[in-house]
């Protein structure tokens, strides 16, 4: 078992004693940060009615993934009157526990809002955080214990299509990247500031305040300069890290100071200057893997570099293989890359980037959210409700398909935990499996 391998481990041996269940779904990928979980007894087939333990009425649309802990299920919506919530749902019967507002202005750009960041939580305070800048922590009774607005205090995103990273939690600490354009040309980002810094916030989670707040610098033009990914952990041979995606560059960044360990270009071989990165970082023992912009190929790096390793350390380039807005899945040391827009799921080896197998996923619209793995199982979930369930085997198989007809749109990537299934759509939170 590597280092990597065995911390992991532990982190999921930690979340199952201090739960006193089975795996939480703590963030949005999940307790081991890929998309999976070791969790099984999950379904392989249901329909709106069917393995239904429960539904619950929400008062808008969100990308965002709930995050479970416990009997606590925590989403974030906005309502039509612009309002921001953050909601506890009672799992046992999915009733809402309580709702607290947090934040106003909520608008959308595209086909983003101000609700796609997921809330994040450590078992005894849950933190949400909105495209409007607004940024709190509650207990799990619903108490606020601390509340700032990165708006005022720093100036609006200026992001094209909205502010769409979610918060990371980790070792007690809170990490917030944002990457974002140096000047604020699009209406909904002017203010009083005229210049932007991306940058990567360290806050300690019990008080809200500032532990660094590191500058990221980057040679990147226009769009090029924004990311919609959210920082990833990363236990690497020599240190641990937490990386970044965005602005025609991954960088690796030390958890305790902000300092840059390595930075490796290859997101935008061409150098557009319009290519935005979507898609997070994810690891696998010693590789990282990232995704380049628009149709750009995915590609790997070795850890443990110093400085910039482009031409040192970057393990293999696909040009087949690409993923514009879904975040790949590690599951089983496989790597399973959706290119959304195809509707094309492929099976990767992380160590050489050689495809598995790849199958076309029989569904109509395009798919925005990113998989998600237990129970030998891939679950999918398209733009218009379809949802997709594939083996994790070693060959491409569909096992069941279900139609969630008239929830769309849904962009929330599919939330694991205790044998269930938790399926966010426009309308409704669904709890899928054993009630």
Known sequence: MTRKQF??????????VAAARAENWPQWRGPLFNGSTTESGLPE???????????????????????????????????????????????????????????????????????SPSPVTDGSIVIAMFGTGDLAALDFTGNILWKRNLWK?????????????????????LYVQVLQNKLPTYEH????????????????????????????????????????ATPIPNRAKNADEILLVGGDYVTAHNPETGEEIWRCAGLNVTHNHWRRIVPSAVTCDDIVIACGPRRDPIFAIRDGGKGLVTDTHTAW????????????????????????????????????????????????????????????????????????????GDEFKILSTVNMAGESPCRASIAISDSQLFIRTAKNLYCIGKK
């Open 153 to 173: 205090e720093s100036g609006k995103f200026a992001i094209m299509w909205l502010y769409g990273s979610s918060p990371l939690l980790l070792d007690g600490r």
């Open 189 to 228: 980002a002017k203010d009083d500031k005229p210049v932007r810094e991306s940058f990567l916030l360290c806050i300690d989670p019990k008080t809200g305040k500032d532990i660094w707040r590191h500058i990221r610098p980057t040679d990147a033009q226009e769009e090029s300069q924004e990311s919609y």
């Open 317 to 392: 380039r696909n040009p087949v293989l690409t993923a514009d807005v879904c975040t790949p899945l590690v599951y089983q040391g496989k790597v399973f890359a959706l290119d959304g827009d195809k509707k094309k799921i492929a099976c990767v080896d992380p160590k050489t980037g050689t495809i598995k197998w790849a199958g076309d996923l029989p569904v109509d619209a395009v798919t925005r959210a990113s998989p998600t793995a237990a129970d030998g199982k891939i679950f999918c979930i398209s733009e218009n409700g379809t949802v997709v369930v594939l083996s994790a």
């Open 7 to 16: 911390f992991f481990a532990a982190v999921a041996g930690f979340i199952f």
């Open 45 to 115: 087939t249901w329909s709106k009615t069917k393995n239904v333990a429960w539904v619950a009425p929400m008062p808008g649309m969100s990308a965002a993934t709930p995050a479970v802990w416990g009997d606590s299920v925590f989403v974030t919506s906005a309502d039509a009157g612009g309002q921001l919530w953050l909601i506890c749902v009672n799992r046992p019967d999915g009733i809402v526990r309580w709702q607290k507002l947090l934040g106003l202005g909520d608008m959308a750009k595209g086909n983003n809002t101000m609700v």
